[in-house]
């Protein structure tokens, strides 16, 4: 099972990016696995971004992101973006894309994790 993120990058604060997440592997059953996003800052434990159910359509977000990041789901592609705007200095972070079987908040229910992408909000 492999999670390929992508797009990070460094962004002016208000500003947008978006990032996706490919999932492959013969073994791996995409449509059956809730997907999250967790984010991880130097010195900083993971903290939970955002995660979609199997069918896409329940989400749920962390406090710091409502109303700014919205997680979506392509289930034909195998893959799962995260829309993120009005970007604050404190967005930044590692970002990670995760796979799991859990309605979860806890990074440690979600089996599968990609190399993740850093996002860098300058101010």
């Known amino acids: 099972v492999q999670l390929q993120a992508s797009g990070g990058g460094l962004v002016q604060a208000g500003g947008s990016l978006r990032l996706s997440c490919a999932a492959s592997?013969?073994?791996?059953?995409?449509?059956?696995?809730?997907m999250g996003w967790f984010r991880q800052d130097l010195g900083k434990e993971r903290e939970f971004v955002a995660r979609?159910?199997?069918?896409?359509?329940?989400?749920y977000y962390g406090d710091s992101v409502k109303g700014r990041f919205t997680i979506s789901r392509d289930n034909a592609k195998k893959t799962v973006d995260l829309q993120m705007n009005s970007l604050r200095p404190e967005d930044t972070a590692v970002y990670y894309c995760?796979?799991?079987?859990?309605?979860?908040?806890?990074?440690?229910?979600?089996?599968?994790w990609g190399q993740g992408t850093l996002v860098t909000v300058s101010s």
């Open positions: 995760a796979a799991g079987s859990r309605w979860s908040t806890n990074w440690s229910s979600y089996s599968y």
């Open positions: 979609i159910s199997s069918s896409g359509g329940s989400t």
């Open positions: 592997g013969r073994t791996f059953s995409y449509n059956d696995n809730v």
